[in-house]
């Protein structure tokens, strides 16, 4: 029976959102982004007026691009709080309630063995503290958080 349960310590804590296994809702959401863009710029573009064509790639495929480059920036950060970056951190397992109720208390987190900031928090799909932590985001596969919040 303890064979079934899934144990995040085995795996290491994620570096990003590229760490394997990558989420079913990443790839979807990069596979719809792709295919729209594709079929936008290859279909829709060249059916406009011809005078409206250039306008249409330029503006666009600005925005396509700052699209792009947020989402690969913001599934590339590693949101991690300081203490977590700054040593090398193997998680200790899963929380024994038992011994302690939360994973963070006065400002440790018993799971990654290090003291941590006010507003951090231990996410348990990355298996890290993270700083300023909002949520985890499966279309990006990583944490939000406060090195990826904007």
């Known amino acids: 029976m303890a064979g079934q349960e899934t144990d995040l310590s085995n795996e290491g804590s994620r570096r990003n959102g590229w760490s394997l296994p990558l989420h079913l809702l990443q790839l979807g959401g990069w596979l719809a982004v792709l295919y729209f863009m594709f079929i936008y710029f290859t279909t829709m573009v060249p059916a406009l007026p011809?005078?409206?064509q250039p306008a249409a790639y330029i503006v666009n495929?600005?925005?396509?691009?700052?699209?792009?480059?947020?989402?690969?920036?913001?599934t590339t950060i590693n949101p991690a709080d300081p203490a977590v970056l700054g040593k090398m951190v193997k998680t200790v397992g899963r929380l024994d309630r038992s011994k302690h109720p939360h994973a963070i208390l006065n400002q440790h987190c018993y799971l990654c063995q290090v003291n941590v900031g006010p507003k951090s928090k231990h996410?348990?799909?990355c298996n890290k503290c993270i700083a300023e932590f909002d949520h985890h985001c499966k279309w990006l596969n990583n944490c939000v958080g406060g090195r990826?919040?904007?």
């Not at 600005?62 to 792009?68: D, K, N, R, S, V």
């Open 61 to 74: 495929g600005l925005m396509a691009l700052a699209i792009m480059v947020t989402m690969v920036t913001a």
């Open 123 to 125: 996410c348990r799909a």
């Open 148 to 150: 990826n919040y904007k």
């Open 50 to 52: 011809a005078h409206w």
